[in-house]
């Protein structure tokens, strides 16, 4: 399969600073990609540079195969995007500013602009001047503008931005629904981490202008969270339970106040296990409230991990 | 080709939904109207003021005239009353070609050598206003007569040109044979010897060559004649319509505001990126947007001419319409359409419209600040002419590489330039070079900036 976008070997300089260090990575039509990073990490530089705003200094990128170098018109034919604000002409009409677009890109019918009108749920408000329309609403258009004419790669920066919860979860179905059943490659980059984790299917993490590693976000979460499960049970007696449960190890359960102890076993035979620690201590005697689950680690936490070698100063 | 014609159109689509733009037009409109209506204005004022005097005014001025020269007394005052009351009685007022004629027969009545029998034709053709006969009778007193005179009057009776004021014909061959008796003295005056005003003589040798095609070619309204109402204090159709040129200057102030904004308003309003996220190279769209701004200058510019016509037709009459322009190259003569003349004349005053323009859209694209294009501009397109005339004062001969002082194509054609010697060529090169300059900034700064 052609990769949508395929970046190799980017490097690119602001004056004599180096803000981009040997960028590599493909996507694919069919998927979300998240393009996450703290502030000033090169996110936005590097969607700058896919879609021809800023200039390629080193390295080559290819959209649907086609050289952005060579073949511009080519390569952006099949890219559709929001960069940093959706900024519209403000004294114009949402359908005109459309229209705009359409011309711009040639083929597009007045039906194909009505459906994505209405696909942003924009259809009530269209005829209004866009300096009247609020954040959300202009970033609707943002995205109306981006998909008008089918790309096969739609890059998104911050797309959530400014919407509000029904509309960031309308959002996610849409985007979602591009990605798997019309087989776009959608990029997004945020600061959502959450967001990023209901919505993405592989994480791509930025760190001052290095690509710090492309995963799925299962692969992502369970690499950071280990081999083991973790469960927190209410009981009448930590001590005497924590004696009890000589099997395992002394790292893996500890008392968490008088009424909790925290336990860590195995995913393996985790089940079989948790059977038989049940049992155990009812048969002790001691008296069993609740066994809980400790819910395994967010995207957000495995983030934070991974970029805080950069301390909290902005590369 | 496509792809331009839709990026021109979409530029097109902007600047009609800004308000700014509808303002600006606006403004327009009005100087367009405006310029006939206070040229109407202006006529009256200046035609109660310099406006010759009606008829009932001749009569008091003749009865005056003679209760003057009854009480005054002066010498010959019966003969001069009686060409007044003579006026009086045959109701000869201004404008009128008996006017004339009374001081030829009055002048041969009071001559003892003149025969009667033609002194009474002469009567007789004033009395009946018979300008037929009082001419051919006054052509059998050769003497008396000048040679240009004799050739008017020769003239309309072979062509049965009658002399009235408002006949072409007859004031065309009257100033013919006016600037001929001219140019005969000066000849005269060099065989003898004498100094003669050498730029005078080519005039009127040129005003020659005119009169006679006109009278050749029945071209009965020469717009160069009168072109400026300032020289003639005499407004019609053709000279305010032909002084309409300056709505170009307010039309070029328009086109420097939206050259100025058309490119730099993009980056303020952040636009610029959708703009640029498109399958269309960089140099495609800062094209379209060129060629946006000067072709609506032109568009304004058809609509300002065509706006002009009618305002002034309608407050001046469209009286002459099919008046020429004659221009005089070396010893032949030229004859085009007034309509086209004019707008000849306000298509080299687009000139410095684009000049300006193209200014304004460098600053616009290089420093992304409209403010500063647009001021710049507006500062150069005002402002050079008086830079331009300061060097002159100041004889700094290098201001003639200056662009202001090339601008001014009219002007060079018709020979009067701010610097000696400075050509058409020299214009145009001049011109170009600043174009190229100012395109290729404007290149570089949009076409190689990062955004």
């Known amino acids: ?315 | 080709m496509r792809k331009f014609i839709n990026l021109v159109k979409n530029e097109y689509t902007k600047m009609f939904s800004k308000v700014s733009t509808w303002v600006l037009i606006g403004m327009m409109l009005i100087v367009s109207v405006g310029c006939s209506v206070l040229a109407l204005i202006g006529e009256h004022t200046v035609n109660t003021y310099l406006g010759g005097r009606t008829d009932s005014e001749c009569v008091e001025y003749y009865k005056s005239e003679i209760d003057y020269l009854k009480e005054v007394k002066t010498e010959n005052w019966e003969q001069e009353a009686e060409k007044y009351q003579y006026k009086l009685d045959n109701k000869i007022y201004e404008d009128d070609w008996r006017n004339e004629a009374c001081y030829l027969y009055f002048d041969s009545k009071n001559d003892t050598s003149v025969p009667q029998d033609i002194i009474n034709e002469m009567d007789n053709g004033i009395k009946n206003n018979d300008w037929k006969k009082f001419f051919e009778s006054a052509l059998s007193l050769s003497d008396r007569l000048s040679e240009a005179d004799k050739n008017i009057y020769r003239y309309c009776i072979d062509n049965n040109v009658s002399p009235s004021s408002d006949n072409w014909k007859y004031s065309v061959v009257s100033s013919l044979e006016n600037a001929k008796a001219s140019l005969a003295e000066m000849d005269n005056a060099k065989e003898n010897g004498g100094e003669v005003d050498t730029l005078q003589y080519e005039e009127l040798s040129k005003e020659v060559q005119l009169y006679q095609y006109r009278l050749d070619k029945n071209v009965s309204y020469d717009i160069s004649e009168n072109y400026s109402w300032m020289e003639t204090s005499k407004f019609d159709f053709w000279n305010v319509f032909g002084s309409s040129t300056a709505v170009v200057s307010i039309i070029g102030v328009i086109i420097i505001i939206i050259s100025g904004g058309i490119v730099s308003s993009e980056f303020s309003t952040g636009t610029i990126k959708f703009l640029l996220i498109n399958p269309v190279k960089r140099w495609k769209i800062l094209a379209s947007k060129y060629f946006t701004s000067i072709s609506f200058g032109y568009v304004l510019i058809f609509a300002a001419y065509l706006i002009t016509m009618l305002a002034t037709m309608v407050m001046f009459g469209a009286d002459n319409l099919s008046a020429s322009y004659l221009s005089i190259s070396g010893d032949t003569v030229t004859s085009i359409s007034g309509f086209l003349y004019v707008f000849l004349q306000f298509m080299l005053s687009s000139v410095e419209m684009i000049v300006m323009a193209t200014l304004a859209f460098a600053i616009s694209s290089l420093a992304r600040s409209s403010a500063l294009a647009i001021g710049v501009s507006v500062m150069a397109y005002v402002g050079g002419n008086t830079i331009v005339l300061f060097l002159q004062q100041l004889n700094f001969d290098w201001g003639r590489y200056l662009i202001f002082s090339n601008l001014s194509l009219a002007n060079t054609l018709s020979g009067s330039t701010g610097f000696a010697g400075q050509t058409i060529m020299f214009n145009l090169v001049v011109i170009a070079v600043h174009m190229v300059v100012f395109i290729l900034t404007a290149w570089d700064g949009f076409i190689r900036r990062e955004v």
């Open chain 1, 1 to 315: 399969m052609t990769p949508a976008l395929k970046i190799d070997h980017l490097n690119k300089y602001f004056g004599k600073k180096q803000i981009l260090h040997d960028i590599s990575l493909e996507t694919y039509p069919g998927e979300v990609f998240g393009f996450l990073g703290p502030n000033g990490a090169g996110k936005t530089t590097t969607i700058k540079i896919a879609v021809g705003l800023l200039r390629l200094d080193e390295g080559s990128i290819l959209i649907d195969g086609k050289s952005i170098a060579k073949d511009f018109e080519g390569a952006m034919r099949n890219v559709g995007g929001i960069v940093e604000n959706p900024e519209l002409y403000k004294y114009m009409s949402g359908i005109k500013n459309l229209r705009q677009y359409a011309r711009m890109r040639g083929g597009i019918s007045e039906a194909r602009i009505q459906e994505v009108v209405e696909l942003v749920g924009l259809k009530n408000r269209i005829n209004g001047k866009v300096g009247k329309y609020s954040l959300g609403m202009r970033q609707r258009m943002g995205v109306a503008q981006a998909i008008l004419h089918k790309p096969k790669l739609l890059i998104l920066d911050e797309p959530t931005n400014g919407l509000d919860p029904a509309g960031i979860k309308e959002l996610r179905d849409i985007l979602k629904n591009l990605a798997h059943k019309e087989k776009i490659c959608v990029i997004v980059s945020s600061h959502l981490m959450s967001e990023m984790e209901l919505m993405c299917d592989r994480v791509g993490i930025i760190v001052n202008g290095k690509l710090k590693g492309v995963q799925t976000v299962e692969e992502m979460i369970s690499a950071s969270a280990g081999n083991d499960s973790s469960y927190i049970l209410r009981v009448s007696n930590c001590e005497a339970a924590v004696d009890l449960l000589n099997f395992i190890g002394k790292d893996k359960k500890k008392i968490q106040d008088d009424k909790h102890i925290q336990i860590s076993i195995p995913k393996a035979n985790e089940e079989e296990l948790l059977f038989d620690i049940t049992d155990r201590l009812i048969s002790s005697g001691i008296r069993l409230g609740t066994v809980a689950p400790v819910e395994n680690k967010k995207l957000e936490d495995v983030f934070i991990e991974l970029t805080k070698s950069g301390g909290s100063q902005i590369a």
